[in-house]
T-cell receptor, first 115, second 116 residues
């Protein structure tokens, strides 16, 4: 069974600084997607960034980038120039490409931004 | 509306009552998902529909949980004889793609169910 582990229940960072959130996963599949979702206190889950496992290049979206290490089954999220609006729960998630459509989520990391 | 909507946003039920939670996906989205999110946890998959067909219900925790999407748009998650352990936020998500496609799941705001 696929599992996703986020070992940091809480993280905090000063505004304008950089923070990295960790995620590891376990799978026997070779093709899959990895995601980072943001869930602000209003609870609407929003996709932050997506990585296809067959792509070696790390995905980037503006201030958000990932460090994808396929052999180590590691998928960390780096947030640069942190802003107050980045404060939220962040969930790492996994999905296989073929077959089951469900997302498998980690336990989440609560990110606090200190002004 | 432009996004996924869910109703009610909050529901308080007495133990043993039946509840029905509604999800209105984004118009035209083929795939619809239900997830259960316990307090302080990540969402856990319950069930998946492609149009009106329920293709995966492996996450439903018991036979008290039932979901339907009869016309391939609106979906209802029904919980019979609610128990305290059913207290959670129930999230609905929809997407335009199906198996093998790279697509985004768009989430609704959730229904917070409290069983007393």
């Amino acid at each position: 069974a696929q599992t996703v582990t986020q070992s940091q229940p809480e993280m905090s960072v000063q505004e304008a600084e950089t923070v990295t959130l960790s995620c590891t996963y376990d799978t026997s599949e070779s093709d899959y997607y990895l995601f980072w979702y943001k869930q602000p206190p209003s609870r609407q889950m929003i996709l932050v960034i997506r990585q296809e496992a067959y792509k070696q290049q790390n995905a980037t979206e503006n201030r958000f980038s990932v460090n994808f290490q396929k052999a180590a089954k590691s998928f960390s999220l780096k947030i640069s120039d942190s802003q107050l609006g980045d404060a939220a729960m962040y969930f790492c998630a996994y999905r296989i490409i073929q077959g089951a459509q469900k997302l498998v989520f980690g336990q989440g990391t609560r990110l606090t931004i200190n002004p | 509306g432009a996004g996924v909507s869910q109703s009610p946003r909050y529901k308080v039920a007495k133990r043993g009552q039946d509840v029905a939670l509604r999800c209105d996906p984004i118009s035209g989205h083929v795939s619809l998902f239900w997830y259960q999110q316990a307090l302080g946890q990540g969402p856990e998959f319950l069930t998946y529909f492609q149009n009106e067909a329920q293709l995966d219900k492996s996450g439903l925790p018991s036979d008290r949980f039932f979901a339907e999407r009869p016309e391939g748009s609106v979906s209802t998650l029904k919980i019979q004889r609610t128990q305290q352990e059913d207290s959670a936020v129930y999230l609905c998500a929809s997407s335009s793609g199906t198996a093998g496609q790279s697509y985004e799941q768009y989430f609704g705001p959730g229904t917070r169910l409290t069983v007393t």
